[in-house]
């Protein structure tokens, strides 16, 4: 295979994209429009800092964009295979064209997540959501090759979000989910309490992973029988494999590490909807605005567990090691403005009951 | 010498046989049209001769390069007629300028000139012009094209058998999937398929 060659049809390939999803106004402005009412209207909801929600509004932006990319193109792309595209490089010009866009989403994403929710870490959210364009790409790519047809596409897609908008970060389930580390990382960007380095490898394990069942897929959907020489084309079978348990092994690392972690610091958005829960009434009357909250891991009295600090320096310990999320004013400030609240409303402490 | 060989091909989708022992030569220059009622297996066929499907059983030989018209338009909607042009130009090792070149001539042959409309503004026949110029656009040795006049026009259905008749005699094998059974005279050899009996 000539490489120039090969590179010029790569580059029609993310062209073609590129001027199909261009024409796709009403697309394009959902995609953008998706994320933002994931992550406003959760954060007007429950007042929390919502950074996942505007994570899994980016990702499910992104692959249902890639899902339909593939699956559009199916019928044209059988041609183009028969006339002599690689169905590699029909993907991989896909592939680089939408992380390319998705890359710029996110980056916008982040940076208004950045100015409204004012996280403290400012790094690890972007670089979450980078991981987030960077996983929901090929997800949704591979989910094109794999499907028959776009409704058991869109019903997978769906599935994969509404389990990671279900489950807590900590839950092992998110961690084995192919944006579960993404959505570690942006719980992290507020709360700290998550490893970095594991997370990060998770994202980039299901990347890598997600990319090598697109290829296979879509080769294997779009094989031509080459009447003519019956050659053998696929000689990659060495570095597939290799890459193939590279990616396995940063999957299974972080489910190995990051698990204990995160049981042993709690998860932060569902420690801060405990706090939430249990006092959101009375900080209302004490006038503690409940947005904006920033969250460390900690131990007290040896319990592990998860600070978090309101606006007005209220500040709660939510112990990680109970079944049930129990948040407690962590200092005398706190306690003093609980009691004011309580004095204008009696019965405001019994939120979570 | 033949350019496509078939021998002994069967097909099942599943339990349901299509093509059974089905032998099948063409040689450069021969135009073969193949006739049958509704799923005798004629799309099926074109679509073995083509690599796009695999025979259950049975060998097949093709020398050359394959042009395949399928019989519904395998395009994308939102792109003009000149950007398929373009991308399939490449799949060709063709430059841009040429493939331009040569798919506005071979448009202009099927009298559609506006290359720059979106494929969805394009009217039925339009669409097929583009279809088969796809399938036509380099040099094919073994067009394989399944019912390509799909909403042409009167003048454009006749034209297109003129255009048979020149492929031929420029050395190309042509297979034609048809139901019209009235220009069988045009074609060197005619191939009817019967549904198989499960």
């Avoid at chain 1, 029609?12 to 998706?34: F, K, P, Y």
């Avoid at chain 1, 991989?92 to 064209?97: C, D, E, I």
């Avoid at chain 2, 005619?190 to 198989?196: A, C, D, G, I, R």
Wanted: hydrophobic share 50%; glycine share 10%.
């Amino acid at each position: 295979m000539n490489p120039a060659t090969s590179l010029s049809r790569i580059e029609a390939a993310a062209e073609m994209t590129a001027r199909d999803l261009s024409r796709r106004r009403l697309a394009l402005a959902l995609i953008v429009a998706l994320p933002l009412v994931f992550y406003f209207f959760t954060k007007a909801s429950d007042g929390g800092t919502n950074l996942t929600a505007g994570g899994i509004g980016v990702s499910w932006a992104i692959g249902a964009a890639a899902l339909f990319a593939t699956l559009d193109a199916r019928a044209v792309d059988e041609r183009l295979v028969l006339d002599g595209y690689q169905p590699r490089e029909l993907l991989v010009g896909r592939l680089v064209l939408l992380l390319l866009a998705s890359l710029v989403l996110a980056a916008a994403m982040g940076g208004l997540m950045l100015v409204v929710s004012r996280p403290p870490g400012h790094l690890d959210l972007m670089l979450a959501m980078g991981l987030v364009a960077v996983t929901a790409v090929p997800l949704g790519l591979a989910v094109g090759a794999l499907v028959p047809h776009e409704l058991e596409g869109i019903l997978l897609l769906i599935g994969l979000v509404g389990l990671q908008i279900g489950l807590p970060s900590s839950s092992t389930v998110v961690g084995a989910l192919p944006l579960g580390n993404a959505q570690r990382l942006l719980d992290r960007a507020a709360y700290n309490n998550f490893a970095l380095g594991p997370a990060v490898a998770g994202c980039i394990g299901w990347a890598l992973l997600l990319s090598l069942v697109a290829v296979f897929a879509s080769q294997r959907r779009l094989e031509v029988r080459r009447h003519r020489d019956g050659a053998p084309r696929w000689r990659t079978g060495l570095p597939i494999a290799l890459a193939s348990m590279a990616s396995v092994a940063l999957i299974v690392f972080p489910l190995s590490t990051s698990g204990a972690d995160a049981d042993s610091t709690s998860a932060g958005s569902a420690a801060f909807h405990a706090v939430v829960l249990r006092w959101g009434v009375c900080l209302e009357f004490a006038g503690v605005p409940l947005g904006d909250a920033t969250g460390t891991s900690a131990e007290r009295n040896g319990i592990p567990g998860i600070v978090i600090t309101l606006p007005r320096g209220a500040t709660f310990f939510v112990p990680s090691s109970r079944s049930r999320l129990t948040a407690t004013p962590a200092d005398p400030a706190t306690r003093k403005l609980i009691a004011r609240g309580e004095s204008r409303d009696p019965t405001c402490a019994d939120g979570s009951s | 010498m033949d350019v496509v060989t078939l021998e002994a091909v069967t097909k099942r989708f599943g339990s349901r046989p299509v093509l059974n022992g089905i032998d099948l030569g063409v040689a450069a220059g021969e135009a073969v049209a193949i006739i049958g009622e509704n799923g005798a297996g004629k799309s099926t066929l074109l679509r073995i001769c083509a690599g796009l499907i695999h025979p259950s059983s049975g060998t097949v030989a093709v020398q050359g390069r394959v042009g395949y018209c399928p019989q519904s338009a395998g395009l994308m909607d939102l792109l003009r007629a000149d950007e398929h042009l373009v991308v399939f130009g490449r799949a060709l090792g063709l430059t841009k300028e040429r493939a331009l070149v040569e798919g506005h001539a071979l448009l202009a042959e099927l009298g559609f000139r506006d290359g720059t409309q979106q494929v969805r503004h394009l009217s039925g026949g339009n669409r097929q012009k583009l279809n088969l110029v796809l399938a036509l656009l380099g040099d094919r040795t073994v067009l394989l094209l399944d019912e390509p006049y799909q909403g042409f026009d009167h003048g454009a259905y006749v034209n297109f058998w003129d255009h048979v008749a020149g492929w031929r005699s420029a050395g190309k094998a042509v297979i034609v999937v048809t139901h019209l059974l009235t220009e069988l005279d045009r074609v060197d050899t005619v191939v009817e398929l019967f549904p198989e009996e499960p």
